[in-house]
Every structure is written in C-alpha cells, then in structure tokens.
C-alpha cells in the first residue's frame, strides 16, 4: 500500500509538473522532436496559423514556439511570411501536413492540445447556442471556474472565439456574445459570396489529386449513408469544402477576412449535433458539394465558381431557417458565467 501511494505521489507531481510547463514550450519541444526524428525536414514552410491549426491551439503559444525554434537556429525567418525548417533557404518550399506533426499516444503534448480542444468545443457550443437567442456579457473569471481552467486557457479561448465573430471584447477586457440573427447571418453570407467562389478558383491549379480525390470518396460515402450521416461526418464536409480547399488559394488576406464569417458554419455544426433541429431526410447539401468537387476535378475554373456561389445562395437561405427553428423549439437557459446584456 506504501508503494502504491509513493507511486501516486510521483505520477501526482509528474503531472503537477507536466501542467506548469507552459504551452508555447511544448509546442516548441514537440516540433524538435519532429526535426530531430526527421519527419519534419528541411525546406518545409511553417506559419503561425497553419502550426495553430493543425495542433489546435491558438497563435499565440505557435508564436512564441517559433520564436524559440529560431533562437535555436533550428528554424529561419523568411524576407516574407513564416519560417522555413534549416539554416537556409534552398529551392521550393514545401506545405506544413499533420503527418510530419503527428502525436502519438506516448506524446506527452497530446493531452494539453486534446484537453485545450475539449474546453474550446464545450464553451464554443455554449457560445453559439446563446448567441442564436440573445445577446449576453461574457464572465471570463465565472468562465474560466465552471470549466475548472486557468485565466490564461479562458483568454486564449475568448481570443479565438473574437477571431472567428462569436464574441466582442470591449473595454477593459469585458467580453459579449455576438447575437447570430438574420441580419448578422445575411452580412456572413455576403462575405461568403464574394470571397469563397473565387478562393476557390485561385486553389485549383494547386489542390493536390490525392486531397481533392480523398474529399470526393468522404462525400460519396456519406451520401450512401445518410441521413444517418453523424453530425461529425457532416461538419468535416463543410469544413473540407469550405475551408481546407480554399487554404490552396495561398491568400492570407482573403482567408483572414473569411475567418470571422464563420459563424454561420459554426453554429450548423452545434445544432446538427444536438439534433434539437433534425435535418430533412432529402438535405442536398453533400450532393451539391459533389457537382462542385467534380467541377474541380475537371479543373473548371468557372464551372466551379459559379458553383459554388449558387451553393451558397442556397445555403444561406437554410441556414435562417434552421436557426429560426431553433428559437422555436429551444428556451433560453443561460449558464452562470453569461450575465444579462445592460446597455
């Protein structure tokens, strides 16, 4: 019995320790660690957003890896965007993969990005659903309390939740849910519109046949399946025709813009989840995604474009309607850390 509780003694303070390193740290050993193993070599191109992206954590921690990475010489700054893995610059560059950061189950960084990313889903779902009903005052302290996390994980949420349009801070850190109403929704689609068909153009010389393929096969297999399709099946989709495609346009600006336009996105997402508003059985969606791929794949720029834009078209339309069904079915019950919105 002794050795078992020197034994929970020792593992207690190997996670006490584990939880102190901070963030940005491990995020730094972990990409040493790739270098040093090789699956991550020379020549590849590492930004702020694609290392946030794929790790799920926000910019700041991938910042500040970065920056450490450089002091190391282990990385280079580029004259322009990102840094590149090596001494030097040789040659094309190559694009970030989840595979040369893959984490294992012995990764000791996998449990801070898997337990950042549980507490990101929670709140951001909590988020959403008040944001379709009313507007609310955000608590980050009563936040950061309910969820049982540190000040500093709540910010950091908060901050990416700004990033994409679901909450506002305003002075001295107070924070406010962004109402998702029909106004809000058509200005989201509007941006959509104008941005995503010719994002979508400017990617198709560049997406690679073994990506493009790999979206067409998940689309036609969720087709075959639904509509008991899960609601996680369904928001890769989107998310693959919506946001991992365009990422070959190479344009930053344009993806930046796009970024706080997708709460419309977001809040499908939730709902289809909670299955509060089940989607009809005849949902065309993922067939409209698939004439849209396979324009694509034909690399018809303006077949695909237009598309596109009359997906969106009628998707925006959707999307009112199934949050106005929401409001119907569903009654306001704020949590703790939402308090009333006083003007």
């Excluded at 840094?83 to 595979?99: A, F, I």
């Amino acid at each position: 019995m002794q050795r078992n509780k020197e034994l929970q003694n020792t593992q207690s303070a190997e996670n006490n320790h584990q939880r102190a390193v901070p963030l940005y740290q491990k995020v730094a050993d972990h990409i040493r660690r790739c270098i040093t193993h090789g699956t991550l070599g020379n020549q590849v191109n590492l930004t702020e957003s694609s290392i946030s992206k794929i790790l799920n954590i926000s910019r700041t921690p991938a910042r500040k890896a970065l920056t450490l990475l450089e002091q190391e010489k282990l990385i280079h700054k580029r004259s322009t965007r990102g840094y590149v893995v090596g001494s030097r610059l040789e040659g094309s560059l190559l694009k970030l993969t989840p595979e040369m950061v893959q984490l294992s189950s012995e990764d000791d960084f996998l449990h801070p990005v898997k337990e950042w990313q549980d507490v990101y889903e929670k709140i951001e779902s909590e988020i959403i659903r008040q944001s379709i009903l009313s507007k609310r005052r955000l608590n980050a302290q009563l936040l950061a309390n309910y969820y049982a996390c540190n000040r500093s994980m709540i910010q950091e949420v908060l901050h990416k939740l700004e990033v994409s349009g679901l909450v506002q801070r305003h002075f001295q850190s107070k924070w406010t849910i962004v109402p998702l109403n029909d106004k809000r929704l058509n200005a989201i689609f509007d941006v959509r519109c104008w941005l995503e068909p010719n994002l979508l153009a400017q990617a198709i010389p560049d997406i690679p046949e073994e990506v493009l393929h790999k979206v067409i096969v998940s689309h036609k297999d969720a087709l075959s399946r639904f509509p008991e399709t899960t609601g996680a099946e369904l928001n890769q989709l989107e998310l693959d025709m919506h946001d991992g495609l365009l990422q070959y346009a190479n344009n930053s600006v344009a993806m930046v813009a796009l970024q706080s336009a997708k709460a419309g996105l977001i809040s499908s997402k939730h709902i289809v989840a909670s299955k509060e508003v089940p989607l009809d059985d005849d949902d065309p969606f993922i067939e409209e995604h698939i004439d849209i791929l396979e324009a694509v794949d034909r690399r018809n720029t303006d077949e695909s474009r237009l598309r596109l834009q009359a997906h969106l078209i009628k998707a925006r339309q959707k999307v009112i309607e199934r949050l106005r069904k929401f409001r119907e079915v569903v009654q306001e019950n704020p949590t703790e850390f939402m308090k009333p919105w006083v003007r």
